[in-house]
């Protein structure tokens, strides 16, 4: 009980790390319009910013295979808050201390993505080595942090705007970046484990023999996609279909998905004695195919929405249940392991977009055409839980 108690400051510590993480990946896109009268930056080079983002977090992931065990996890978690933190600080400093304020702007999202890059790497492998029970609850009430991260930026800062004016988006800025500065200190005094002992852990080579690793690959990547796809349309969604403002869609559509998929993940962490993940999971991905057709074939703007919203749901427990999955399934795959995962969440949050938006687009604008045809993601991680489940036995820890 003792022991638990001293590892409840690492879980806390993790939990602010996936808020940051929210910090960072919800922000600056609530500022688009503002960076774009303030400093007269175009539409075409504002869009480059999630690029910049995502792009420098995947950079990282793939590089952390390499480094993260070398230098030690505690250095590097620390340095994913204070890179976050200075990131945020420069956003409002740096546009107008350089002649080009948009290379400031992506000098300083380029920062705070390494920070996220890092998060994403170091924070589920940190509590998977941490000697609690039930880890596979843990995993998933871990990941919920994010959503109700990604709640409450947009929640906070629309209020923020709202009451003080969008003109004060430095100040709010500076209050964001408090997060990650005090959550550095928390992670320079709790105790951090070592996922395997040192010398035990499987190399990337070793991993790639393994066929049991690349269908985890392909259920990160699918379950990167399901999220994703639903998640940065949303709000496009919502305004297309319901005919409601940018603000109003905004609300409804990723702050309401986001808030279900934060339910998700907490229910199951609450829940997860009883439940058995693979199960779980088979039906959490059909469901998520449901929600995709009934977003993208329903008349009814309200039964869209629905539908939008029970996809926040049903993805909910894909992430860190695949995390959960592999750990078991492969118990020496060690950061590395942990890192392509990310890589392989990434890559999927990436293409299933964009594969969306190109869709919609050759459709004549129609988004729901191209939210129909990622119904594709949920369901090849269904059938690759069947493969799973009958390839490979369970393994009991």
Known sequence: MTENRKYKKTLIACYIGYVTQAIAANFAPLLFLTFQSSYGI???????IPLAFYLTQFLIDLA???FVDKIGYRFCVISSQVLSAAGLVLLTVLPELIPAPFLGI??????YAMGSGLIEVLISPIVEACPFKNKEGMMSLLHSF???GAVGVVLGSTFFFAVFGVENWKILTLIWAAVPLYNAFNFINCPIERLTEEGESMRPGQLFKLPLFWLLIL????????EASMAQWAS?????AMGVSKTVGDLAGPCLFAAFMGIS??????????LNLTKTMLACGALCAICYLTASLSALPIIGLSGCALCGFSVGIMWPGTISISSRKCPKGG?????FLALAGDLGSTVGPAMVGGISDMAGGNLQIGLLTATIFPIILVLGLFVLNRKFKEQKR
């Open 42 to 48: 175009g539409l075409d080079k504002i869009a480059l």
């Open 64 to 66: 952390a295979t390499k």
């Open 106 to 111: 992506l000098i300083a999202v380029v920062l």
């Open 146 to 148: 994010y959503c109700w």
């Open 219 to 226: 259920l990160m990547a699918c379950s990167g996609a399901s």
């Open 236 to 240: 496009a969604f919502t305004e297309s």
């Open 265 to 274: 993940r907490s229910l199951y962490g609450k829940m997860s004695g009883k």
């Open 335 to 339: 950061t590395a392991m942990f890192a």
